[in-house]
């Protein structure tokens, strides 16, 4: 196992970049559209403008992406940019906040991994940088317990991931070639029937049967449970100091270029915005519930949401080198073409704020803006 932890920490990044080709997004979030969550666009009472009206702002509801749900419900973010508006969107999917942010229809957006690395290796690194972490872990093998005992009962076994080619998708097909066994990456048929399997329903299929285990972000994994399966792997022990990036913060280079004080503001938004939370899990886990209620109409039930954020670790840091890694098991899978990532990162005005916060600075693994 130490050995498959091993070679995980090199290349699970590449579930990141998996995302890319397919379906970059799935990692985090459902479906394919994105809404405009104008009730909850917000400005600080009082304060000075920046160098723009209102900054666009996409993140996904979803418990991955807890530095926006808190940040924006609690005004964290708002009261960092003065007089300058927040405009907040929801998407289900990567792939079209990707679209949104290349459009100009959003200036920052909280992601994951793949579809940060799809979206720039596409534009040849001219579309987005990666400023700043959010999110660390929430991905866990969940599997029927009277059918699978141990990992080695996986084998002739029916696994959902999310979708071809994304995070959780890469992570598996990396962690089944580690176990030595073989599977066709694009029909999924082999040694495992990888079956990818939207998060939306993976849960009815898993309580009917038709599935035996799946490899999912959370809440989905915490769902399953919920319905009776077990938790047979968690994502993080394969990854150096068990952390590995699930969601980090892009922002447009246009943006960035033309805006750097909203987005120096909006970065201590979220650095204070991941302080808070810390320090106050409880309150924060019921914020991103509630955000979550407003936006879906549905605030997840204590069996789901308790275990799922315990499994969450709310960050500042990036978390680079599991990106690249990400985008190496990626390759090795064959969903991916070698992505040059050098520039990606630009963690500079990131750095400055934790710097003058008194906290570490955090690295960008060799690949931020020389």
Known sequence: MRATRTTLRRGLAAAAASSLLAVAATACGYGSEAKDDDAQSNVSAGGKKLSTDTVKIGYFPNLTHATALVGIQEGIIAKELGGTTVKPSTFNAGPSEIEALNAGSIDIGFIGPSPSINGYSKSKGQSLRIVGGSASGGVKLVVNPDKIKTLDDLKGKKIATPQLGNTQDVAFLHWISEKGWKVDAQSGKGDVSVVRSDNKVTPDAFKAGSLDGAWVPEPTASKLVAEGGKVLLDESTLWPDDKFVITNIIVSQKFLSEHPDVVDAV??????????????????????????EKLSGKALPAEVLDPAWESIQITDDPLAATLQAQADHAVGAGLLEKPDLNGIYDLKPLNKILKAAGQPEVADAGLGVK
């Open 267 to 292: 970065l201590r938004g979220t650095v204070n915005t991941n302080k808070w939370i810390n320090a106050n899990p409880d309150k924060a886990k019921a914020s991103a519930n509630s955000a979550l």
